[in-house]
């Protein structure tokens, strides 16, 4: 079924007010996590990883990469919960 207009995702330039604030807070907080370059990223490629207590307090902790859906579940919970240090890794 196509989309229309008004099913649009809402631009940043379409928002105002308090929910424009959250949206910037919320983008600051990943933006300044995030590595500078690709080239930084030096984490396994295969195998089972085995996140920190740190992230993972509760739930799955291991994840093995060659799980689509794990892997997908680690990438989640690593940019949600991961400390800058812990991105790269």
Do not use: C, N
């Not at 600051?28 to 195998?47: I, T, V």
């Amino acid at each position: 079924m196509p989309s229309s207009p008004q099913d649009a995702a809402p631009t940043p330039s379409s928002i105002s007010g308090p929910v424009a604030e959250d949206l910037a807070l919320y983008r600051e907080k990943f933006r300044r996590r995030l590595p500078e370059s690709l080239d930084e990223l030096h984490g396994p490629s295969q195998g089972v990883v085995k996140l920190p207590l740190h992230m993972v307090w509760s739930g799955m902790s291991s994840y093995d990469l060659g799980k689509p859906r794990q892997r997908m579940g680690l990438y989640r919970t690593v940019l949600h919960e991961g400390l800058r240090d812990d991105l790269p890794r």
